[in-house]
T-cell receptor, first 116, second 109 residues
Framework: ETGVTQTPRHLVMGMTNKKSLKCEQH?????MYWYKQSAKKPLELMFV???????ENNSVPSRFSPECPNSSHLFLHLHTLQPEDSALYLC???????????????FGEGSRLTVL | GQNIDQPTEMTATEGAIVQINCTYQ??????LFWYQQHAGEAPTFLSY??LDGLEEKGRFSSFLSRSKGYSYLLLKELQMKDSASYLC??????????WGAGTKLIIKP
């Protein structure tokens, strides 16, 4: 099994749909992250969870709603998205925070989202 | 403010050496990461530098100069599989990651 698994890999949705992205990590890490990756732009951190507690929400619109039921699973619930939300959504995990030993991120392969 | 710059795209020849630069401006610094991302795949960790100097890992090396706000990734004996995007990210004074936009490296035969 790969370390961090994301499903679905591709998703097309209309602006009125509700869908969810799922992430699962098999590495025993304590922190999980959602990032948005758009072409030719830096990775944008959306949410951070440490030990299932949300520790960061970078001014993300409420149409994105995260859920972390346990330290191995992370969801991103999507509702009434806009076309500009089309992007690659990457999940990542780490044993420790950036700057600490074990702070490197392990990424999933991403969910490519297209909003029509 | 905080800022990271990397070239958007670079081209190199198989078997050659290429240096990908990353310059930054930040009020605080707690390390710098390099990640590799092949098209359609997950970014993968390459290196982490927190002290000045060169760290070598096989064909890849990473260099840091904190006084100059500068890092580079050096790839030797280039192979076609090295065609990928290379992402630079620094750890700021709040231990947050600040990402560059990435450098797309194209390797030609």
């Amino acid at each position: 099994e790969t370390g961090v698994t994301q499903t679905p890999r591709h998703l097309v949705m209309g602006m009125t749909n509700k869908k969810s992205l799922k992430c699962e990590q098999h590495l025993g890490h304590n922190a999980m992250y959602w990032y948005k990756q758009s072409a030719k732009k830096p990775l944008e951190l959306m949410f951070v969870y440490n030990f299932k507690e949300q520790t960061e929400n970078n001014s993300v619109p409420s149409r994105f709603s995260p859920e972390c039921p346990n330290s191995s699973h992370l969801f991103l619930h999507l509702h009434t998205l806009q076309p500009e939300d089309s992007a690659l959504y990457l999940c990542a995990s780490s044993q420790a925070g950036p700057g600490d030993v074990g702070g490197e991120l392990f990424f999933g392969e991403g969910s490519r989202l297209t909003v029509l | 403010g905080q800022n990271i710059d990397q070239p958007t795209e670079m081209t190199a020849t198989e078997g050659a050496i290429v240096q990908i630069n990353c310059t930054y401006q930040t009020s605080g610094f707690n390390g710098l990461f390099w990640y590799q991302q092949h098209a359609g795949e997950a970014p993968t960790f390459l290196s982490y530098n927190v002290l000045d100097g060169l760290e070598e890992k096989g064909r890849f090396s990473s260099f840091l100069s904190r006084s100059k706000g500068y890092s580079y990734l050096l790839l030797k004996e280039l192979q076609m599989k090295d065609s990928a995007s290379y992402l630079c990210a620094l750890v700021d004074s709040n231990y947050q990651l600040i990402w560059g936009a990435g450098t797309k490296l194209i390797i030609k035969p």
